[in-house]
């Protein structure tokens, strides 16, 4: 192994050097491929090398590659703009471009609090969000994000946020509660908590529509998130959704809400935004809070140097054209079902699967120790990362995450393959995760 001067995420190992992609397969130095089912963190929307995406950013680097927004807007800004205004939930007015998620997490946070300062309740301060939550990893974000482990050690640094229960129902509904009687109960737990902390303190309620990396996909059951709008509208508190993960179609709708028949207030999205051709996330904000800071102070105050990065904004706008014109949203919830099809087909009576549970192309797969006292592995034996090995090993990327039940506990599998899967890509998924995971266990 050559030395490396890169600060890599395991300092123990380096990975190899991915080379190539094309399509559904990345490539490393020593040639192998590897068929990407989770689109590195359920990033790829397109595959890799997409034609049209490339030749806009192409294009756009011919054109202009960056000009700083304090002093110039530019064309394709404002066309993507323009795009993701048209295509957004009812009332969402602007878009608000950052370069990925935790910025757009970070960037919601602030507009929130800028926001009730500019309406007269500067008061209002706290933050709820959600346990086994992540909505990423600057300081702001990780305070929101309810993920016990990855908190613990900068625990000092954060501010305070209140965190209610995830909706989990593999694990949290109780045997006597329907989930719509199960969704009441988690909204009930919200208002409780705004009353709490003082109804009137609280800014906006953070939670990522369908949960994504740490809890290994939750799906909110029937009601329980327009009871959560319902209770955020009687006491003046936003509701900021992070469709980070599970937004810009993952699901099978552009936005996750909408299957959900949601509005948020603020939404963040970013990930398959850009489907990885470039760093991008943007905010997008209802027009009533645009039209208090424009009635205010009269800017956001808030900014970084990359904000609407010409040739971000060129990669997201193709990514998202190619989308509609190729029409993948209806390919994805297509080959959700099946991907679903093959999952429980491969999974439904393996001792060690827990439950499989997912929207369009966005499932995940948790694994458990007992099925039927659903007691989870081991840590110390971190099934997780051998899952991840093994697959790896048979060509085969996938995105598994422990900690799934309390930061600590809990193993699952991620899979988000790009929307131009085939159905013998998925077929393929399947049986590989099924090798990987067989592997990993003995
Ligand atoms: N929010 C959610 C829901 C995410 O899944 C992620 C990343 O996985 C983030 C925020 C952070 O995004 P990024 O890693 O681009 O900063």
């Known amino acids: 192994m050559t030395t490396t001067h890169v600060l890599h995420r395991h300092l123990h190992h380096t990975p190899p050097r991915a080379v190539a992609g094309h399509g559904m397969t990345l490539r490393d130095a020593s040639g192998k491929e590897y068929l990407d089912a989770s689109g590195g963190a359920a990033v790829s929307c397109l595959g890799h090398g997409h034609p049209d995406v490339l030749a806009a950013m192409h294009a756009q680097i011919d054109r202009l590659?960056?000009?700083?927004?304090?002093?110039?807007?530019?064309?394709?800004?404002?066309?993507?703009?323009?795009?993701?205004?048209?295509?957004?939930?009812e009332g969402m007015s602007h878009a608000y471009f950052v370069s990925g998620g935790s910025e757009a997490v970070e960037a919601a946070l602030k507009m929130a609090r800028q926001y009730f300062v500019e309406i007269g309740q500067p008061q209002r301060r706290h933050f709820i969000a959600r346990r086994q939550s992540y909505h990423g990893n600057t300081l702001g974000a990780l305070a929101v994000g309810g993920n016990a482990w990855r908190r613990a050690q900068f625990a000092p640094l954060l501010i305070d946020v209140e965190h209610v229960a995830p909706c989990y129902p593999y694990r949290e509904q109780r045997a006597e509660e329907?989930?719509?009687?199960?969704?009441?109960?988690?909204?009930?737990?919200?208002?409780?908590?705004?009353?709490?902390l003082g109804a009137d303190s609280v800014m906006a309620f953070v939670a990522e529509t369908v949960g994504g990396a740490t809890a290994g996909v939750l799906v909110p059951v029937p009601g329980y998130l327009q009871a959560v709008r319902r209770v955020c509208d009687t006491h003046g508190v936003l509701l900021i959704l992070d469709e980070v993960?599970?937004?810009?179609?993952?699901?099978?709708?552009?936005?996750?809400?909408?299957?959900?028949?949601?509005?948020?207030?603020?939404?963040?999205?970013?990930?398959?935004?850009?489907?990885?051709?470039?760093?991008?996330?943007?905010?997008?904000?209802?027009?009533?809070?645009?039209q208090?800071?424009?009635?205010?102070?009269?800017?956001?105050?808030?900014?970084?140097t990359y904000l609407g990065h010409?040739?971000?904004?060129?990669?997201?706008?193709?990514?998202?054209?190619?989308?509609?014109?190729?029409?993948?949203?209806?390919?994805?919830?297509?080959?959700?079902?099946?991907?679903?099809?093959?999952?429980?087909?491969?999974?439904?009576?393996?001792?060690?699967?827990?439950?499989?549970?997912?929207?369009g192309l966005f499932w995940g797969?948790?694994?458990?120790?007992?099925?039927?006292?659903?007691?989870?592995?081991?840590?110390?034996?971190?099934?997780h990362a051998r899952v991840k090995a093994e697959a790896f090993a048979r060509?085969?990327?996938?995105?598994p995450?422990?900690?799934?039940?309390?930061?600590?506990?809990?193993?699952?599998?991620?899979?988000?393959?790009?929307?131009?899967?085939?159905?013998a890509d998925l077929a393929t998924i399947a049986q590989r995760l099924q090798a990987a995971l067989d592997a990993a266990l003995h």
């Open 292 to 304: 208090a800071m424009t009635a205010g102070s009269g800017f956001f105050q808030h900014g970084h």
């Open 178 to 196: 329907t989930p719509e009687q199960y969704g009441q109960r988690l909204a009930q737990e919200l208002e409780d908590t705004i009353l709490r």
């Open 395 to 399: 060509g085969l990327l996938v995105y």
């Open 401 to 423: 995450m422990g900690g799934t039940v309390d930061g600590r506990y809990g193993d699952h599998v991620l899979l988000a393959p790009p929307f131009i899967a085939s159905d």
């Open 65 to 89: 590659a960056y000009a700083h927004t304090s002093f110039f807007t530019t064309e394709v800004a404002e066309e993507l703009a323009d795009q993701l205004v048209r295509t957004a939930p």
């Open 245 to 290: 993960m599970c937004g810009m179609g993952r699901t099978g709708t552009l936005h996750a809400c909408e299957q959900d028949g949601v509005v948020p207030d603020l939404m963040t999205v970013a990930k398959g935004l850009g489907g990885g051709y470039q760093p991008i996330g943007a905010v997008l904000a209802q027009g009533r809070i645009v």
């Open 310 to 359: 010409a040739v971000a904004c060129a990669a997201a706008l193709a990514v998202q054209r190619v989308i509609e014109r190729d029409g993948l949203l209806a390919r994805v919830r297509e080959a959700g079902q099946r991907l679903q099809g093959l999952l429980h087909g491969a999974f439904d009576a393996h001792p060690h699967v827990g439950d499989i549970r997912g929207r």
């Open 365 to 383: 797969v948790e694994l458990v120790q007992d099925r039927a006292s659903k007691a989870p592995f081991d840590p110390s034996r971190r099934l």
